[in-house]
């Protein structure tokens, strides 16, 4: 089955970077814009599947992007993804069109799920994503097993790991599957030189 063709946007180059990351596991990115202006165009023309936006860009921002191209036929379902949890901000992003909204803080848990969603027309909002919401603890304790085992293949104790950085209980609680963060998993990949996308490939995001 022909993977779904992402157009992703964010103004932070480090997060467009980490977005890319995620997203290429299961999709294909086939551009990204650092700007409104230039999503806009980029969306327009390669036509894809699913576009992944961030709120606030400079040119147009998120929700001026999805005004615009509501006014063209067929566009892109749209997927949000930003800081930004404010209800009201939620809200009116989903009355201008965006199929998904994302925050940035569960963007490993969440992302995935809500591109596969929205090309199906499906609506999804963090934490509200009741009978399609992925199972979290799952994904979680499969990312900690994967972990504790680039751990052991590379010979590190947890008392090691502090060396790097990482207080014994918040390694226990890595290990053990607490939901952690997308900086985390960075701080990770680089102690155990590993892709972030290697890291996450196969992991169970559904229930």
């Known amino acids: ?41 980029l969306i327009r023309h390669w036509k894809p599947d699913v576009a992944v936006l961030d709120l606030k860009m400079l040119g147009p921002n998120g929700i001026e992007v999805i005004r615009e191209l509501a006014k063209q036929p067929q566009g892109p379902p749209i997927v949000i993804c930003t800081v930004d949890t404010d209800p009201e901000v939620v809200e009116s992003t989903l009355r201008a069109g965006a199929t998904g909204y994302v925050f940035k803080a569960r963007m490993v848990e969440d992302l995935a799920l809500s591109v596969r969603l929205a090309h199906r027309g499906r609506p999804f909002v963090s934490g509200k994503g009741k009978g399609g919401a992925p199972d979290h603890a799952r994904f979680f304790r499969e990312l900690g097993r994967r972990i504790r085992e680039l751990r052991e293949q590379a010979g590190y104790s947890q008392a090691d790991m502090s060396a790097f950085g990482f207080s014994t209980r918040h390694w226990q609680q890595i290990e053990a599957g607490r939901p952690t963060t997308t900086t985390t998993l960075l701080r990770i990949c680089r102690v155990f030189k590993i892709k972030l996308d290697d890291l996450l490939r196969g992991l169970e995001r559904d229930n």
């Open 1 to 41: 089955m022909p993977r779904l063709r992402l157009v992703v946007a964010d103004d932070d180059p480090q997060i467009l970077q980490i977005l890319v990351s995620l997203l290429a596991v299961e999709f294909e990115v086939v551009a990204t814009a650092a700007d409104g202006r230039s999503a806009l165009a």
